[in-house]
């Protein structure tokens, strides 16, 4: 689904009175949480935070994947609803965050998909239960609000990876298990899936672009460039200085990436990160008389004194890594490794 019409909707006023109040409603927190590494046998619960899947058997697709992967799975209240474009109404799919989070017989809450209407529900969860709860949280796509708003509010560190209603190909399983399970540290991720070169034959599909050299580090922030920039002037934007911030999106045409790089630019975000590391921009529209996706990426960060990359594993891709939004990270212009330096689960 391409969200782009939806991502630029209006806000209602009634949100918008919410979001004004929720910055003195739950305090920021400067202690840094990891969530419980992951183990066969765990209760995982499946949430809808935005879209749903189109069909009920969509669902029954999902539950099987995280039972493949050796979870139980518990289903939120909510799971099945449907409300057009929403998984149901903004209060309902809250409170499924809001729940499983205090429930103690669930030990990770993974997202059925993205879509739109993620951002709607962030005045509305409960940031001190997730604090005192802390649990792996993973999603991408629409989910990059939740995925920031909570580590900005609670101190956790939450997850920018595959969804449960995908099939896991053997990159994306070794990215999840090293990062989720086996809680590697320090670990590269990202990098292309293994390529047979040969006479005639090299690498095309999973290229590294390096802008810019050097080497950087500090904590991850960011997921999909349009919900990153629907959270400026909000009180869940993200901290952007000395971070490392990654980036990517879908279905969006070069002109639109460069109007939200540079609103980014114009409200001063890019002058404060550490590192900027660009994943996959996919479905992009390049008919007609238009500058390519490097061209702008070159260009909106070319003044930059910061390493710059694009080409990692991260965004509506099949071969996808997990990204753990919160960590200590390095980012290395030269040869384009993103490295995560710290523990992220315990």
Known sequence: ??????????????????????????????????????????????????????????????????????????????????????????????????????????????????????????????????????????????????????????????????????????????????????????????????????????????RLTLFRGGKARGRLIGGNLSLICSLLGTPFEPDFRNKILFLEDVGEAPYRIDRMLTQLWLAGKLDQVAGLAFGKFTETDTDGNTFSVEHVLRERCAGLEVPVVRGLMIGHVKDQTVVPVGAMAELDGDSGALRILESVVS
Not at 1 to 14: E, F, H, N
Not at 126 to 134: A, F, G, V, W
Not at 140 to 145: L, M, P, R, W
Not at 175 to 195: D, M, N, T
Request: aromatic share 8%.
């Open 1 to 206: 689904m391409q969200r782009r019409t939806l991502i630029k909707s209006l806000v209602s006023a009634p949100l918008l009175s919410a979001l004004a109040g929720s910055a003195a409603a739950v305090p920021a927190t400067g202690e840094l949480l990891r969530p419980a590494r992951l183990r066969r046998g765990m209760t995982v619960g499946l949430v809808t935070p935005a879209s749903n899947a189109w069909e009920d058997e969509d669902i029954r697709f999902a539950i099987d994947v995280v039972k493949s992967l050796g979870f139980n799975v518990k289903e939120a209240e909510h799971l099945y609803q449907r409300t057009q474009y929403l998984a149901g109404p903004d209060a309902a799919r809250a409170q499924d965050i809001n729940a499983m989070f205090a429930d103690t017989s669930v030990d990770a809450v993974f997202c059925l998909r993205g879509g739109y209407g993620t951002p709607r529900i962030l005045p509305m969860l409960d940031y001190d239960t997730i604090r005192s709860n802390p649990k792996v949280l993973l999603g991408y796509s629409d989910i990059t609000a939740l995925l920031n708003a909570i580590y900005q509010r609670s101190g956790l560190i939450t997850f920018h990876g595959p969804i449960a209603a995908q099939n896991f190909t053997d990159y994306t399983l070794e990215e999840f298990s090293k990062v989720l399970v086996r809680g590697e540290s320090p670990v590269q991720i990202g990098a292309a899936p293994p390529f047979e070169a040969g006479p005639g034959r090299a690498e095309h599909k999973n």
